[in-house]
């Protein structure tokens, strides 16, 4: 009874305290914090009338800038250059860092604090790369700063001159080293030679190619048209934009073969216009196939990335169970082969213009595909892939 009674409880506080929760919880599913819970420290521990505030409190996972109310913020106190770091246990790539900041009381404080990744610590951090400075320091305020895959164990927040350092939240958007550099993914085939022309597979055709080639230009003059005069002119998860980038819009893309619709062919290239919206009929935006034994779908995103997440537009209009048990896939295989990449997960939402987040965990590739395992029409009306460039020592 007093298990059950503890489990009431916990659920009561968690949706009963707003704050308990991840700064952007819109994110989630996308790009994972990695500091949560983990190891932190500072240059000294402010005393606070009822506890001390330590570095820990940082990253505990509680999104609140009201210190004496919830205190939640870890604290120094003045001194010579204080700083501030997360221990993530091993080597990551790391996206961009997101700060909360003090509601209650001296948010400048933090004005100009230098967020930094790398592998020297304590006192030595503030030597590591610089991702970027807080610039933004009103009373509650979050800043995203942007580290663009710097590399290594260590996130810090340094002040360049003597002051207090309060940190309400930090949240590190990151994956594991060992996610991304190919040489420790042996079983990835070698990438294509420049200028080489692609081997698609069976189902493959000069004239597909040539085709997609021709439309290529046409398709992003049209998606820059209707991306400023459409109102689903947008990416399908706008609120991750400035947490980790779609690499994949615009990309050239290809598939098992080409519908012809009453308004015009639906190539590979109209799920990767960074136009979000399911109603083909309407807004003649999805790539469709013809009723292929296992079709397929990939875009080139032109060099090796390593891929935290994949978002696929399901059809609204019509036929949405088609995306059914269809395979996200990774690697450096493509057309038919693309079968053989490195699975990330299946879609298993089939509802009418549904939006499905398909996590991969930081899989390298220069290749995303689609693949159904059975004879039918593949119609994606959107993929969005975050990911970064692999960038290896």
Known sequence: MFSIWTSLLVLVLLFGHGEGQSCRPGIQGVVPNVAKGCSAFQSS?????????????????IC????????????TNADSEPWWYVD??????????????????????IDKAEVRVGNSKDANIKFNPLCGTIQTSGPDSTSTIQCNGLVGQYVSVNLPRSD?????????YALKVESVCPSLHPS??????????????????????????????????????????????????????????????????????????????LVAGKAVDGICSGDLNQDNSCSHTNADPE?????????????????????????????????????????????KNHLCGTIQDISPGST??????????????????????????????????????
């Open 295 to 339: 079709p397929w779908w990939y875009v080139d995103l032109e060099e090796e990335h390593t891929v935290s997440a994949i978002v696929v537009r399901n059809r609204q209009d019509c036929c949405p169970e088609r995306l059914r048990d269809a395979q996200v896939r990774v690697g450096n295989y493509i057309g038919a082969n693309s079968k």
């Open 356 to 393: 499905s987040t398909i996590q991969c965990n930081g899989l390298v590739g220069q290749y995303v595909s689609i693949n159904l395992p059975r004879s039918d029409f593949l119609t994606v009306c959107e993929l969005e892939v975050y990911a970064m460039k692999v960038v290896c020592a």
């Open 45 to 61: 521990t402010y005393q606070h009338y009822s506890t001390s505030l330590v570095a820990g409190k940082a990253v505990d996972g």
């Open 188 to 265: 990835l085939p070698p990438l294509l030679p420049f200028g080489a022309q692609p081997n698609l597979g069976s189902t493959s055709s000069p004239i597909l190619l040539s085709f997609c080639r021709m439309f290529s230009v046409w398709t992003a003059l049209l998606g820059l048209a209707l991306l400023f005069g459409h109102a689903e002119g947008q990416s399908c998860r706008p609120e991750v934009q400035d947490i980790i980038r779609n690499v994949a819009k615009g990309c050239s893309a290809f598939q098992s073969s080409t519908y012809h619709h009453y308004s015009g062919y």
């Open 88 to 109: 993530l246990g091993k080597n990551y790539t790391v996206f961009s860092v997101l700060l909360k900041n003090r509601q209650d009381c001296c948010p400048e404080r």
């Open 164 to 172: 207090y350092l309060t940190l309400c939240e930090v949240e590190v």
């Open 64 to 75: 609140s800038g009201n210190l004496p109310k919830d205190l939640s913020c870890s604290h």
